[in-house]
């Protein structure tokens, strides 16, 4: 019994590692992103495409393990969630670097628009704190700092409706401006729906510590 429980123990340690290192690779990615904004090194954008296939890696690798954690030790009460946590937070993962993929496809054709890439900068700024604090929440089991990165997220959801009406109202009512326009507007709500997967993982750090399931924001 001993020795099941502590096989379990260290396999569980081995999945919440698994999560903080996709976390880790997962906001490399958006440093690269705010990098290359800054130099226009398209290298790194390919870099961010190209290395898509490794988070989801990790991704598949995180639910082998977890599910046949389930399935062999049949876990309860805290380990359970922790098991289900160590799941969905590496799912919101995938999802945030997704997003990354696509604002990388959208800065590759239009990083000369240097309008678009102050707004993209200023709301990565802000997301990239978010992401970064969650993931700290989430290996110190920290409700408190879950709930204050949710708080994050109105501010960058303000910060997102303001930087949209600033395009809006500086682009030119020509055909190509409105296209950059309207691409820019696209790219800046994947950042937008990013935070809301960064309050999903507040949302399971709390269910992890304390097993209620909650509505942030």
């Known amino acids: 019994m001993l020795q099941n429980r502590k096989q379990f123990s260290e396999e569980l340690k081995s999945l919440n590692e698994k999560v903080i290192t996709m976390g880790s690779e997962v906001i490399e990615s958006y440093i690269k992103l705010t990098t290359a904004c800054n130099t226009k090194d398209k290298s790194l954008l390919k870099d961010i495409i190209e290395y898509d296939r490794f988070i989801n890696d990790i991704e598949s690798s995180i639910n082998v393990d977890g599910y046949l954690l389930i399935a062999k030790q049949c876990p309860v009460a805290s380990d359970l969630r922790r098991v289900i946590t160590a799941l969905k937070i590496s799912n919101d993962l995938e999802r ?4 990354s993929v696509n604002i990388a496809k959208y800065v590759e054709k239009y990083d000369s628009h240097d309008s678009y890439i102050q707004s993209l900068l200023l709301l990565l700024r802000i997301f990239i704190g978010m992401l970064t604090d969650v993931m700290v929440a989430f290996r110190d089991e920290n409700s408190e700092l879950a709930i204050e990165v ?10 997102y409706k303001d930087e949209i009406k600033k395009l809006i109202k500086g682009s030119k009512m020509d055909e190509d401006e409105l296209e950059v326009a309207v691409k820019a507007i696209l790219s800046l709500k994947q950042i937008e729906r990013a935070g809301d997967h960064v309050t999903n993982i507040s949302e399971s750090i709390i269910y992890l510590i304390t097993g209620n399931r ?3 924001n």
């Open 96 to 99: 945030i670097a997704d997003y």
């Open 150 to 159: 949710d708080k994050r997220d109105e501010i960058l959801d303000k910060e």
């Open 214 to 216: 909650v509505e942030l």
